[in-house]
């Protein structure tokens, strides 16, 4: 049996590419927090600050 392609089959999804598109979300989100600008962050301004990229970042993270 070879195990080499075992895993290489079970890692074959797309979890990854979710998850770095969930942490780029947080990122942007702080950057703004840091900056001082928070109020300019694109989907805060777009939801009238109902919602944030760090929320979606994290609600990925957590499920």
Not at 15 to 43: K, M, N, Q, W
Not at 46 to 60: Q, R
Request: charged share 20%; proline share 2%.
């Amino acid at each position: 049996m070879d195990y080499k392609s075992e895993l290489q089959v079970d890692k074959a999804n797309n979890f990854t590419i979710v998850r770095l598109i969930a942490a780029i979300c947080v990122i942007i989100s702080h950057s703004y927090d840091v900056t001082g600008y928070a109020i300019f962050e694109p989907l805060k301004r777009i939801s009238k600050a109902y919602l944030v990229f760090s929320d979606i970042g994290l609600i990925v993270f957590l499920q």
